[in-house]
């Protein structure tokens, strides 16, 4: 059986660093299944991330030993923008994401490096902003939004790539309440729709929507007992 993200005996040690930071990492994530991974700061989240996304290996160098398999496909084996079609991150800050003038052109950065049609990137756009809720503000300056907004434009910028695992690397960690509540109700619809959600998290209280939790401590990956 093929999964859309399958981790088998992950080891990843930093360039210049003489401790492996995750180790001996095993876990299978399921169709229309949201995952979330906690932890606490420091103890190598946003690399398992840049693990699962393809960019440790092909961006960030070090110790890279072990297998991430996409549907079944090595990521050492694929080139990362065939991955970002198939995995996409959003990251804690927006900011770091956003860097076109409109909502509109941020969206279609995307689909226009796949060099799709402008029919398809219009459509790719409007179902990213359809699904985020954010169609009303297609011509928006990203800069004028809230911290929640930006949030939502970054993970519709995602969208447009069409990727069957979306990775939120403690994306609620920096906006409020109702913007939490927003980006929540998404992630249910995403799974609703058949992607697969993985929420790296720090924050207990975000993990009501979690169908399974699993925390990493000491490099480690188990079953999450209730406190970290």
């Known amino acids: 059986m093929m999964y859309p993200i399958e981790i088998k005996n992950l080891y990843y040690r930093h360039k210049g660093k003489d401790i492996n930071l995750l180790k001996d990492i095993n876990f299978k994530v ?8 906690v932890g606490l700061s420091g103890c190598g989240k946003s690399t398992l991330c840049y693990c699962l996304s393809g960019v440790i290996p092909h961006v960030y160098k070090g110790s890279f030993n072990g297998e991430v398999l996409i549907n079944g496909k090595k990521t050492t084996n694929m080139k990362l923008s065939n991955i970002s079609t198939r995995v996409g991150i959003v990251f804690q800050n927006p900011d770091m994401q956003l860097f076109m003038p409109t909502v509109e052109d941020e969206i279609a950065f995307g689909p226009e490096n796949l060099c799709l049609s402008k ?3 219009s459509k790719r756009i409007d179902y990213a902003l359809e699904k985020v809720g954010m169609k009303k503000h297609r011509y928006s300056n990203p800069n004028n939004l809230s911290g929640g907004e930006k949030q939502l434009i970054a993970l519709a910028s995602v ?22 509540k927003r980006i929540k109700s998404v992630i249910k619809g995403l799974k609703e729709e058949g992607k697969s959600v993985i929420m790296v998290e720090h924050d207990l209280e975000n993990l009501d ?10 490099g480690k990956l188990k079953k999450f007992s209730g406190k970290l």
């Open 30 to 37: 399921n169709t229309k299944e949201i995952l979330a991974i």
């Open 209 to 218: 929507i979690a169908d399974r939790v699993l925390h990493l401590h000491d």
């Open 119 to 121: 029919e398809r990137i």
């Open 159 to 180: 969208l447009s790539l069409k990727p069957r695992v979306i990775i939120f690397d403690e994306t609620m960690a920096q906006i409020d309440d109702k913007g939490k």
